[in-house]
């Protein structure tokens, strides 16, 4: 797999989606100011080589919810608006900042966060910070989370072997038309 394609191809659509997309992404940060004071949330994650990285995305639960991985939140931190951001993957759209910085990939593992040890473990393990993280991946598609581990990480592992400009766009139209639900909240 070409790296430097991958790159490219990150940056530029990164770049054209910021544009098409910013009447929703200053809709949505007005009328999330309504619903929480504070539109945009900011969380430090795990990034390529362990390096730490600020994720930006549209704020779906509560402000002074527990930092806690999707699938250990509880559902009634949710937002009415977090659910419909959620479930469009509104909510996704303020990483394609990150993209473009070269934090994240349009295609990669998902960032943990730091205090994911028994993640963190197994990723190293299977040398899945070699490479940037994504929005989205063949974990998210199949709809395997954060909850089990070494079954992430070995998939993350397979993705990253595995990925081909044709998976890299295949990922990323599965994500668009729904398929998978990436990390779900209990």
């Known amino acids: 797999m070409n790296y430097f394609i991958i790159r490219a191809l990150d940056f530029l659509m990164a770049l054209v989606g910021l544009v098409l997309t910013l009447p929703i992404l200053i809709l949505v940060t007005v009328i999330s100011y309504f619903d929480t004071g504070s539109p945009i949330f900011i969380q430090e994650r795990v990034g390529k080589n362990k390096r730490a990285f600020k994720l930006i995305k549209f704020r779906t639960m509560s402000v002074g919810t527990k930092s806690v991985a999707s699938h250990l939140a509880s559902s009634t931190s949710i937002t ?37 040890e028994a993640l963190i473990i197994e990723r190293e393990r299977m040398h899945v910070y070699d490479v940037l993280p994504g929005i989205t991946g063949l974990a998210q598609v199949n709809a395997i989370d954060m909850s089990t581990p070494k079954l992430l990480a070995k998939t993350d592992q397979k993705m990253i072997q595995e990925l081909t400009i044709q998976a890299y766009f295949k990922y990323i139209i599965m994500t668009v038309t729904g398929s998978g639900s990436g990390d779900r909240v209990q």
Request: proline letters at 8%; zero cysteines.
């Open 80 to 116: 009415k608006l977090g659910g419909f951001l959620r479930k469009t993957k509104i909510d996704e759209l303020p990483q394609l900042i990150n993209v473009l910085k070269g934090e994240m990939s349009f295609v990669g593992p998902r960032p943990n966060l730091f205090n994911q």
